[in-house]
């Protein structure tokens, strides 16, 4: 096995955390760190231990993998569109992952789309 790649890791991390509006400041503050140590993480600097990156994931509200699915050497499944769902957005109903899934797979809409109110609350039948 190859080392893991930090700088990936530190990348996707500050990604994250701007798409998110959450400052390098706050993450410190819950670390109880400097915050030049996570600017060091975020740029390959420093390697973060386990333990940071769950309290990273957990102030950026995503998973762990959000941050490392890059990092896996096997095939995940059969579905990647629908894994890379799961990994970094919130829960939602069952079914919804796989209707996502497609349309992300496919770039297009799935017919007929029907007016849609919230995006987690919703059904299609994809019979198709």
Do not use: W
């Not at 699915?69 to 894994?83: D, G, L």
Request: proline share 5%.
């Amino acid at each position: 096995m190859t080392d893991l790649d930090f700088r990936t890791i530190g990348l996707k991390i500050k990604e994250r955390r701007l798409s998110q509006g959450i400052t390098q400041e706050v993450i410190a503050n819950h670390l109880d760190v400097n915050p030049s140590h996570i600017s060091n993480i975020e740029n390959g600097r420093a390697n973060p231990s386990l333990t940071a990156l769950i309290k990273i994931a957990n102030v950026l509200q995503c998973s762990v993998d959000c941050f490392i699915n890059a990092e896996y050497t096997y095939a995940i499944n059969e579905n990647k569109e629908e894994y890379k769902l799961r990994s970094c957005t919130v829960e939602a109903p069952n079914g919804t992952f796989k209707i996502l899934a497609k349309v992300c797979a496919n770039k297009v809409l799935p017919q007929p789309v029907g007016p849609i109110i919230n995006m987690f609350d919703f059904s299609i039948s994809m019979s198709s």
